[in-house]
Nanobody
Framework: QVQLVESGGGLVQPGGSLRLSCAAS????????MGWYRQAPGKEREFVATITSSGSTMYADSVKGRFTISRDNPKNTMYLQMTSLKPEDTAVYFC??????????????WGQGTQVTVSS
């Protein structure tokens, strides 16, 4: 089995910064893409950022220039550095990973979510 654990969420003032982490563990042969979605109250879950195993990145227009996604492949860990945070960034942030296990099966996994609140 594979588990994804997010950390780093919390309360921050507008203009502040947070760094989210997503650590994958379990029966992992390799991880292809990893990324982040978020869901605010009353809104649909939306794409935030993704990073491939080779380091190619994509961002939602709403966060481009403010958020940076990165990964440490030997540690099976992904990060989302968030700067210049705005109240509209308030949401539960979910990480995902496309995992190939030792049997070479490929499954998308999701973390439990971490709350980010941007408020004065």
């Amino acid at each position: 089995q594979v588990q994804l654990v997010e950390s780093g969420g919390g309360l921050v003032q507008p203009g502040g910064s947070l760094r989210l982490s997503c650590a994958a563990s379990g029966s992992i042969f390799s991880i292809d893409d990893m990324g982040w979605y978020r869901q605010a109250p009353g809104k649909e879950r939306e794409f935030v950022a993704t990073i491939t195993s080779s380091g190619s990145t994509m961002y939602a227009d709403s966060v481009k220039g403010r958020f940076t996604i990165s990964r440490d492949n030997p540690k099976n860990t992904m990060y989302l550095q968030m700067t210049s945070l705005k109240p509209e960034d308030t949401a539960v942030y979910f990480c995902y990973a496309g995992v190939r296990n030792v049997a070479r099966s490929f499954v998308n996994y999701w973390g439990q979510g971490t709350q980010v609140t941007v408020s004065s």
